[in-house]
């Protein structure tokens, strides 16, 4: 199953979205999270589409739509996590870093969050380049099809570590995305590290005018996108591992491998799935009793395996 | 195409907003070089050749390289250039996807360079020179979009010293049935039996169609060439590559064919590596493989009887000047 971990800095912007997805607490000595499940139609983002059609405000979706969602014949479960982060990139990378550490399960980070942008307020917008101001080090998400996110604007997220008000309308400035980035992208690829933005400041309403109430309507105008970018996640092009993954590890827990032996064994797994079609049976495996006689066994009957076209 | 993203430096160029328009709909993002996106970390080969991105950039030098030393189809001045990276087909065999990390499309934007280069080697050279396209992209799979191929054989029509191979498995040839052919061109198909290419070269036109872009290459006087690379093992390998070559040759007048290469399947390991963590279900990528003069390969013994099962098939069909064992990695 899927998990997918937002990120917020402030508890403001963290609020909508734990009321919306119904997340619960999620005891950890230093970080602040929170989990819950969502079901999602599957693979076809555009029959996504008909379940929200009257969803025109966020404030108003409710649980019932999304267990609108949960009633579609086809479906998929996805874990979904929340990171309260704190302000900042430090904040962000580390406690990014700790999550991914402490829940390895997730394959997908969305940060979430108020921008400075010379756009309108309360627009909602996706990152196509995180850039850190300070080291000019970017770096590209691979976004869905415009279409699967309701044609979302994207702009540049250029992270600061201050305030900036030089609004453009091709930049949005925040404090986190790079911090998020830089440590997420050591575990996940940029398919999977997306940033959504929502206009909190531009020339006509200064930073200094945000309240914790305009940051909270603002994160919940842009759950919209935020479920449809979730749904466009390419989770379905990655290959399937868990149950060569799960035949290992049984076979693991009765017979010692070493370090070598255990790559050396999934790879074996997987080649007697492609070559024959299945895996080999866990008893059978289990009967040679040691780690270099199942090696020898498998070797031997791919020795024999032939691709017929 | 979903998103393109623009170097700066040609964003205003003719050639550049040609493209552009054909996708008006397609996210637009402004880049200062194609490198801080292509193969940049973090990036998955696999997942992006669901959902592939266009780039549009300049190449700067190193246009137009010299060719690996049995890389030839008789010539002594062989050289190769790629005006895009990857391919919008997805064959399972291909070394681009252990080679990038990224499966998004780079179009170089400045054909005039390429031809410069080529112009300058041709001119450098006593005996003619080769230029093989196609080696890091489809020749022709995206011409209806780039018009690469119309404008390169614009320039070789004026260089009779300068021989242009365009490799490809596309049937896109309008640009070329609908001007007259050109004596230094070849235009080379890669051909494998039609299983094969169901199974393992995914979004490729079939044989079948192949076969008609041939036909009607060669009926309207253009040199075509058959590329049988890579030769793939199987159960009944002999079956049907016998069935190939008799589909090829029964639609084809094989005395007018320029030249035909076989190809074993050959894979530097590093990239192999790669390609089998992306695709581990691949049947063609699990089967028993060994290290050979730092490619791996099927073991020598199936390869020569391979190489040579094709060899006498071909013999019933063409003659030995016809015939190079090119080879190269797939």
Request: charged share 20%; with cysteine; hydrophobic share 40%.
């Amino acid at each position: 199953m899927p998990a997918i971990c937002l990120i917020t800095a402030l508890p403001s912007e963290a609020r909508p979205l734990i009321e919306h997805f119904r997340l619960g607490a999620l005891r950890h000595k230093h970080l602040r999270l929170y989990q819950g499940t969502l079901t999602w139609p599957c693979s076809n983002q555009a029959s996504a589409k008909p379940t929200r059609t009257k969803q025109t405000n966020a404030n108003q979706t409710s649980a019932n739509q999304i267990s609108k969602i949960q009633k579609s014949a086809t479906s998929k479960e996805v874990t979904l996590y929340l990171l309260q982060c704190g302000v900042g990139k430090l904040n962000a990378a580390a406690n990014t870093g700790a999550m991914l550490e402490f829940l390895p399960s997730v394959n997908a980070v969305i940060n979430l969050g108020i921008a400075g942008s010379d756009r309108p307020l309360g627009q909602t917008l996706i990152a196509h380049c995180l850039q850190e101001k300070a080291s000019s080090q970017q770096w590209y998400p691979h976004l869905p099809s415009p279409k699967h996110i309701d044609n979302t604007v994207s702009v540049k997220v250029q992270t600061v570590d201050t305030p900036a008000y030089n609004y453009t309308d091709d930049i949005a400035f925040d404090m986190e995305a790079s911090g998020i980035v830089t440590a997420a992208a050591k575990v996940l690829d940029l398919a999977f590290i997306h940033s959504i933005k929502v206009v909190s400041d531009n020339h006509d309403s200064a930073i200094e005018r945000i309240t914790s109430k305009s940051i909270g309507t603002q994160l919940a105008n842009c759950i919209p996108v935020l479920n449809n970018l979730m749904a466009a996640l390419p989770f379905d092009t990655l290959p399937s591992l868990a149950d060569a993954e799960e035949l290992s590890r049984a076979i693991q827990s009765r017979i010692h491998f070493s370090i070598t032996e255990q790559h050396g064994l999934s790879q074996l797994l997987l080649r007697h799935k492609a070559l024959l079609g299945e895996l080999p049976g866990e008893t059978c495996l289990l009967k040679l009793a040691t780690a270099k006689s199942i090696r020898q066994h498998l070797t031997g009957k791919l020795e024999l395996a032939s691709i017929s076209y | 195409m979903d998103t393109i993203y623009i170097e700066k430096e040609v964003i205003s160029l003719p050639r550049t907003q040609a493209i552009l328009g054909k996708y008006p709909n397609a996210r637009h993002v402004p880049i200062t070089r194609y490198t801080d996106i292509f193969n940049a970390p973090a990036q998955n080969f696999r997942v992006q050749k669901n959902n592939p991105a266009l780039i549009l950039a300049k190449k700067h030098g190193n246009l137009v390289l010299p060719t690996p030393p049995d890389y030839h189809i008789g010539g002594h001045n062989n050289y190769y250039f790629s005006h895009m990276l990857n391919c919008i087909y997805d064959c399972r065999y291909c070394f681009l996807q252990g080679m990038y990390r990224s499966a998004n499309y780079v179009v170089f934007i400045n054909y005039d360079d390429f031809f410069k280069d080529i112009a300058t080697i041709t001119n450098n050279n006593t005996e003619p020179s080769w230029f093989f396209s196609g080696y890091d992209c489809d020749s022709l799979a995206l011409e209806p979009m780039t018009h690469f191929i119309e404008q390169c054989l614009d320039t070789f029509d004026n260089m009779p010293k300068a021989w242009l191979e365009i490799r490809t498995k596309s049937t896109q040839i309008r640009n070329l049935t609908s001007r007259t052919p050109i004596d230094n061109c070849v235009v080379a198909y890669s051909l494998s039996p039609e299983n094969i290419a169901k199974k393992e070269e995914h979004k490729t036109p079939s044989l079948t169609k192949r076969i008609s872009a041939l036909k009607s290459l060669q009926d309207q006087g253009w040199k075509i060439g058959l590329r049988f690379d890579p030769l793939l093992k199987a159960q009944n390998f002999e079956q049907l590559y016998s069935e190939l070559f008799e589909q090829v040759f029964s639609a084809i007048d094989a005395s007018l064919v320029h030249s035909v290469s076989l190809g074993p399947f050959r894979l530097p390991k590093p990239f192999f590596k790669k390609m089998i963590r992306l695709y581990p279900e691949s049947a063609l990528l699990s089967a028993n493989m060994s290290m050979r003069d730092n490619m791996l390969s099927y073991d020598e013994k199936t390869e020569t009887s391979m190489l040579h099962f094709c060899e006498s098939q071909l013999k019933d069909h063409i003659q030995p000047e016809q015939y190079f064992p090119c080879v190269s990695v797939s």
